[in-house]
């Protein structure tokens, strides 16, 4: 059984990244999009998505990266999958499945779940151009307008070249309100041959024993589940060893976020200090109850010594 950490956009930066694999449970990691539209990228921008590849494509803690690309233009994702295999990438993933309006307004992301005759195409290019061990993944969703086509997409991306497919278990329509349609990935996994990993409202370890039972996956994907539980991912390994194990109380979270406020904050200018710890602790309060608290504490504070306080105050 193996667990993956999602590539949310605007929230699992490589500092998350880092932080998550090295609580522990994860089996690998997918980068944030790095969208492709008719230019090849330097290696510059590869780097600055996934500083990782520097690294054999992993995290500090040793834990594997795919980097993640997006966009419409077969030649040019497969020209751009080149040159990140290029800059150190060791594995790349294509999206299918970000539901933003931005996106899918310049030919990207679950748009292309209209056509998959498209997505086969984008997956047959860039599987073309690389090396036969370099493995090409993809990342889709049921569809687009409605699920019609959630087969249709994943025999294209199978029959394309991927060796290993996610599937959301929601169409972009359905954006991310409940449920999770984990009962469309069941019938993908028997429909392909390669991989399927279960992506979709995993928040604790009761969901994921309903997503195993409905989807007969033994490979699974966390997003939002993992930021607003840190250690989901060691809590299931531990569940499906047998073994006990203790969930992380809050001084410990704490003591997590202020690693990471020390990571990001020369990232950001002075009136922006703090502006990713606050966007954790709204994934947090799903878990935590003192994170509603603490986040009505410093959500308007912007001084780095009063924040980086109170961080240590609460740990």
């Keep these: 059984m193996q667990l993956f950490l999602a590539p949310m956009e605007g929230v699992v ?11 522990g449970g994860l089996d690998g990691c997918v980068t944030e999009f790095i ?3 008719h230019t090849a990228l330097p290696r510059k921008v590869f780097l600055r998505s996934a500083p990782e590849l520097e690294h054999q494509s992993r995290t500090p803690s040793g834990t594997p990266v795919k980097l993640q690309l997006l966009g419409g233009q077969p030649e040019m994702v497969a020209l751009n999958a080149a040159n990140a295999v290029r800059a150190g990438a060791t594995a790349i993933d294509l999206n299918f499945g970000c539901p933003a309006k931005s996106v899918n307004r310049s030919d990207g992301g679950a748009c292309l779940l209209r056509a998959p005759d498209r997505v086969h195409d984008i997956v047959r290019a860039v599987r073309t151009a690389l090396p036969a061990e370099v493995p090409v993944s993809a990342k889709i969703r049921l569809g687009f307008e409605d699920r019609s086509l959630y087969l249709d997409n994943a025999r294209a991306a199978a029959e394309g ?7 959301h278990a929601r169409s972009k329509a359905d954006g991310y309100r409940p449920p999770a349609y984990w009962d469309y990935i069941a019938r993908i996994r028997e429909a392909l041959t390669i991989p399927v990993i279960a992506n979709g409202e995993i928040w604790t370890v009761a969901d994921f024993e309903r997503c195993r039972e409905v989807t007969g996956c033994d490979r699974f994907m966390l997003g939002r589940g993992l930021l607003a539980c840190p250690d989901l991912a060691r809590q299931i390994k531990a569940h499906v060893a047998g073994e006990p194990y203790t969930p992380m109380n809050w001084s410990k979270v704490c003591e997590l976020l202020y690693r990471y406020y020390r990571m990001s904050q020369p990232n950001y200018p002075t009136r922006h200090s703090g502006n990713r710890i606050k966007q954790w602790l709204m994934y947090l309060q799903r878990q935590y109850p ?4 603490f986040f009505e504490t410093i959500k308007r504070e912007q001084e780095p010594a009063r924040l980086e306080q109170a961080l240590l105050a609460a740990a």
Aim: negative net charge; glycine residues 4%; hydrophobic residues 40%.
């Design 161 to 167: 070249g991927a060796s290993e497919l996610t599937v």
């Design 35 to 37: 969208r492709v539209t």
């Design 290 to 293: 003192q994170a509603q608290s």
């Design 13 to 23: 930066d490589h500092q998350v990244r880092d932080l998550l694999s090295a609580l």
